[in-house]
């Protein structure tokens, strides 16, 4: 099959590429999510924390030029942010909710502060795996071209299911997310676990946005984020609080992204605002289809505010 | 009601003496001393594109001793009301340069009632007769550049597809692809310009995933329209991709790829202006040009660029800056087979009719719905 | 409700809610004066800036309460239903679907060659009732099928949204609007002018109105009195036999209408249309108007001016002293973060309970 005549068939193509290359950031950002509300916690901060993570992964590639450092950086500055919504969510009294939204504004005040000087520059980007080789369609080779971070995330998403069924650190986690009074009663901190927890979330948001500014689109200007942080939080409802659930929704709403461009390469253009919202669509009618008033979302950690 | 405004190059530099630039037409403020100028732009100043141009602009005006006080990132909302009554009351600001399309309507006409000493100068050509004196309006006529932009990329093309990011179908962006696809349609007729609109102006994730399935479309050639090209252009740079610029120039973002490009050349317009203001002249209502008013300007063409595109494009350049070339010269049909020009037909740049273009001409693949 | 009490208790009670408010003020200020010494500005000449800008003046002071104005009703939406333990951050789609439905309502009746008060009339009750809808069906998901708010509201929030931009550019583009796309505007008698004697509309005025009687409704009426206990304890109040899911609905519905009326006003006062600045974050800025509240729906009134005032220095800012404008943001955001942690304060009762025992 040539390239010319894919016809109709560069849509699925496209979208594949386009899944794999949007999806990345929503992979990263509803694994740690994942992680923080399997603790009894919610994280609606990791916009900001996406979105300073972009900033400064950009930031540190661009003065050490290596992108990996970059995306350590990110990991790091977003463990800083995950320790502030832990430390303040301790304190009696206080939304988690709440504060994560102020992290939210805070964070992303803070990375367009300090991103100004940066919107200029270019930092060296993320290296890709050529798995299309195999093919002679440059469009699959194209599409097939997989950011190193997708790999890492397609990886770790089997081992963080595994880890959290079958260790006693997953089972912690668990523990403490279903019923902190049990945990405190077999001698375990509660506040010390989310703290982990939430910091480990925070690290994947933060490596979750360096993707955005250091390999796609790959670089940095205030614009980056169109709300992937916050939507990965719905998403992992959405995947009813399974990892690999998260992958492939991650993969859906990535795709959803990529499928309004395609779908107009080919002559379809209507629409396209709804279109880019069906994913909220979609999870909305997914809530409310398997919620009931009287029990709780199955799978649904018992300590969670947003499923009480 | 338009006019045209001519400004050269040589009289910019001569620090704008009397006469040739400005045909005045009967509204018009006139100021004697130096004012202080304010800039307010929709996004951030430094995004490589629409508003890094206007601030390039004010940067020129700033570097002739004037005054400037610049605010960034306003929302088309009461926000850039207040941002120019803040300006005028606290900084005592006497013209205002209110770059962004959306502040004309309702925003800049409520101030220029309000204040009626203050002169607004508003980028965007919506200035008709019946406005207030203080309020006028200018913009570049850009699709010249992007004609030549097309008759560039024409020369350099394998597979004949072209393709062009924009952010959403109104007649300023319709006539610049529609330029474009014309610009490259002349040199040669079986090229197709693929058009992918992606809703707004700045969706960073959105332009990278259109330049990508353009790129699997077998498109060779991207250019755009958004407030920021740079992700276009990089994300065209890595797929292999010639690129032509747009609002500013993005050669040094592809070394690989980058052709030409179309610009604005506010800093040329915005010193000259400024200077007329201190000698006291009366300004246009409507202040529009294109390439032989320096209001426009094309990228230095790059080392990609062969002779033979660079002959064609100075040729039809020199048209420009001549007696005229009119880029919408019927007949002209649209993609859909209607005719929108007809035979004979002449649509030259201050044909009003222009303004309101709704269609895509033949050879772009697209719809503006 | 309570039993008059002692006047000390009484002082106590004014003073406490206070106390913590102003402990993360002045730690914010600590703070924020820190960030801007760090990057080289003398935080007097920063904080006397925005003292101009935000009150220095007449001008200012109207910069400031038309920038409040729309903040007072969308941290209604934030607040109302919170007096339930409802925690709604879809304020940004409210208020735009409120926008959207008041210009087709006014321009239906316009067309028609009605009088403006009666259009405007209109307006409101179209907005308010699409806002209403909105966030009420977050209420009724909660109730009726244990979808939690939060996540719902920010959904139906996004949907919104979507739903004005693919309206504004597709069914009610207004074929002259041509680089612009917008819906036809509103004859120039319908649109809602200023207060006499300001250069501010009359939505302040509508806001503040809205806040009083949001508070009359919460505090003083039995109504009100029943939706707080939903609030402390959903459980004991269905014993109690009240009518729970009908009251979220209500409750949650009032919040949404009080953002609606927002975007009715945002396009019958400011923009003459309905285009897509109307999703300008007052939504968003509203939560936070309403958490630095407490919820309290007569502490909006304070808040939102302080937050007004920091949005029309934040230029001056700029002008000035050449700082991002991210750096009003960067306030924000400490101060938000601050006030959640000063919740965590014991009340200054308490304190002087330990420091007398």
Redesign the interface.
């Known amino acids: 099959m040539s390239a010319a005549s894919l016809g109709l068939w560069t849509v699925p193509i496209a979208v594949l590429g386009g899944a794999i290359r949007v999806s990345t950031p929503f992979l990263f950002v509803s694994l740690g999510e994942l992680v923080t509300e399997k603790s009894g916690r919610i994280n ?1 901060g990791l916009e ?1 924390t996406l979105i300073m993570g972009a900033m400064s992964g950009f930031g540190v590639a661009y003065l050490t030029g290596s992108p990996w450092l970059g995306v350590l950086a990110a990991g790091m500055v977003g463990v800083i942010f995950g320790a ?1 919504h832990a430390a ?1 969510c301790s ?5 988690d ?3 994560g ?3 939210m ?9 300090l991103g ?1 000087p940066l919107v200029q520059p270019r930092a060296p980007t993320l290296p890709a795996l050529p798995l299309g080789f195999w093919s002679d369609i440059p469009q699959v080779r194209a599409a097939l071209q997989v950011n190193a971070l997708f790999i890492v995330g397609l990886v770790f998403t089997p081992v963080l299911s595994w880890a959290l069924a079958n260790t006693r650190w997953g089972l912690i986690v668990r523990m403490v997310g279903d019923s902190s009074e049990a945990a405190r009663a077999l001698g375990y901190s509660p506040i010390r676990v989310r703290l982990y927890a939430t910091c480990f979330g925070g690290f994947m948001a933060g490596v979750g946005g360096s993707f955005l500014s250091l390999y796609y689109p790959g670089s940095w200007n205030e614009g980056l984020s169109s ?1 992937q942080g ?1 939507t990965a ?2 998403l992992v ?1 959405f995947a009813r609080w399974n990892p690999v659930a998260c992958f492939g929704a991650s993969l859906l709403f990535g795709g959803a992204g990529a499928l309004g461009p395609a779908l107009q390469a080919v002559g379809v253009t ?5 279109l ?2 069906a994913p ?2 979609l ?2 009618l997914i ?2 289809l398997s ?7 199955a799978g649904a950690p018992g300590e969670l505010s ?2 009480k | 009601m338009s006019q045209d405004y001519r400004l050269s190059r040589r009289a910019v530099i001569a620090g704008m003496s009397a006469g040739a630039a400005f045909s005045a037409l009967p509204v018009g403020s006139a100021w004697a001393a130096t004012p202080t100028v304010g800039f307010i732009y929709v996004g951030p100043k430094d995004d490589y594109g629409y508003n890094q141009a206007h601030a390039a602009g004010a940067a020129a005006v700033k570097a002739m001793g004037v005054k400037v ?11 850039v009301e ?2 120019m ?3 005028i ?3 005592g600001a006497s013209l205002l340069f209110p770059t962004s ?2 502040y ?3 925003h800049i006409l409520k101030e220029a009632k309000k204040y009626p000493n203050v002169t607004f100068m508003h980028c ?1 050509g919506l200035w008709h007769e019946g406005l207030p004196a203080n309020v006028h309006s200018y913009f570049g006529y850009i699709d010249e550049a992007e004609f030549l932009s097309g008759i560039v990329a024409a020369h350099v093309t394998k597979t004949k597809k072209f393709g062009f990011v924009a952010a ?1 179908p ?3 962006v319709l006539r610049n692809i529609n330029a474009f696809t014309l610009g490259a349609r002349s040199i040669d007729p079986t090229i197709t310009v693929q058009v992918i609109f992606t ?2 102006w700045s969706m960073p994730v959105k332009e990278a995933e259109a330049t990508n399935s353009l790129a699997d479309q077998g498109v060779d050639v991207v250019t755009c329209h958004v407030d920021s090209p740079k992700v276009v252009i990089e994300t065209a740079e890595k797929r292999g991709l010639f690129t032509t610029g747009y609002h500013a120039s993005q050669a040094a973002l592809a070394p690989n790829g980058y052709l030409t490009g179309a610009e604005w050349n506010w800093e040329a317009l915005y010193p000259s202006l400024i200077t007329d203001f201190e000698a006291g002249k009366t300004i246009p209502g409507l202040i529009r040009g294109g390439l032989k008013a320096g209001i426009v300007k094309t990228s230095p063409y790059t080392a990609l660029v062969p002779d033979a595109a660079k002959a064609k494009a100075d040729a039809v350049k020199a048209q420009f800056m001549g007696d005229g070339f009119v880029i919408f010269a019927g007949p002209i049909k649209d993609n859909k087979g209607a005719t929108v020009i007809d035979a004979g037909t002449m649509r030259g740049q201050t044909d009003i009719e222009l ?2 273009m709704s269609y895509l001409v033949e050879g772009v693949i697209g719809s503006t ?1 | 409700m309570d039993a008059e009490p002692p006047r000390r208790a009484a002082l106590a009670r004014f003073i406490d809610p206070l106390a913590a408010p102003l402990a993360a003020g002045a730690a914010t200020v600590a703070l924020f004066g820190l960030f801007v010494a760090l990057a080289g500005r003398n935080p007097l000449e920063v904080y006397r800036l925005m003292a ?2 935000a009150f220095g ?1 007449w ?2 002071w109207q ?1 400031t309460l ?2 409040a104005s729309p903040l007072l009703l969308t941290a209604l939406c934030t607040a109302l239903p919170a007096q339930m333990g409802l ?1 709604i ?1 879809g304020g940004e789609g409210a208020f735009v679907i409120g926008g959207l439905a008041a210009i087709a309502a006014g321009l239906r009746m316009a067309d028609i060659g009605t009088p403006a008060l009666v259009v405007q009339c209109a307006m409101a009750l179209a907005g308010m009732a699409a806002g209403g809808a909105l966030i009420a069906l977050a209420g009724a ?1 909660r ?6 708010e ?3 509201s ?3 929030s ?2 919104a ?3 004005m ?2 309206v504004v ?2 069914p009610m583009r207004d074929p002259a609007s ?4 917008s819906t036809r505007p509103l004859p120039d008698a319908d649109l809602i002018g200023n207060i006499p004697g300001m250069d501010v509309h009359w939505g302040l005025a509508l806001g503040l109105i809205a806040c009083l009687l949001a508070w009359l409704l919460m505090r003083r009426t039995t109504f009100g009195f029943a939706a707080r206990i939903v609030g402390g304890n959903s459980r004991a109040a269905r014993m109690a036999g009240l009518p729970v899911g009908l009251m979220m609905v209500i409750v949650t519905g009032l919040g949404g209408a009080a953002a609606g009326l927002g975007g009715m006003i ?1 396009v019958a006062a ?3 249309d309905a ?3 109307i999703a ?2 007052y939504g968003l800025s509203g ?2 108007v309403a ?1 630095l509240a407490r919820q309290h729906p007569l502490a909006i009134i304070p808040v939102a001016v302080l937050l007004g005032g920091i ?2 220095s934040g ?2 800012l ?2 000035r002293l050449d700082l ?11 101060l ?2 601050a ?3 000063g ?2 304060l014991p009340p200054l009762s308490e304190w002087k309970a330990k420091v007398s025992r």
């Open positions: 609606l900001g502030l303040i304190l009696p009294r206080v939304n909710i709440a504060v939204i102020a992290l504004i805070f964070g992303i005040g803070l990375a367009f502060y100004k709300g916050i939080v719905a409802i209507s629409g396209t605002y709804l880019n919202a909220y669509f999870t909305l809530l409310v919620s009931s008033s009287r029990r709780r979302v947003v499923t | 006080v610049e605010e960034e990132r306003v929302p088309e909302t009461i926000d207040k941002t009554e803040s300006m009351n606290l900084d399309f959306g004309f309507d309702p965007g959403k109104i007649p300023q809703g707004d303004e309101k719905s | 101009e800008g003046s001008f200012s910069n038309l920038r925690v951050i998901m109730h009726w099928r244990g979808v939690n939060t996540i719902s920010l959904l139906l996004s949907i949204i979507a739903v931009n693919q550019e597709g041509l680089n612009k796309p945002e400011v923009q003459g285009n897509a600045n300008a974050g939560i936070l958490f949005g029309a230029g001056l700029q002008r991002p404008d991210a750096a009003v943001l960067v306030l924000q955001g400490i938000f973060v006030l959640l942690a919740e965590a």
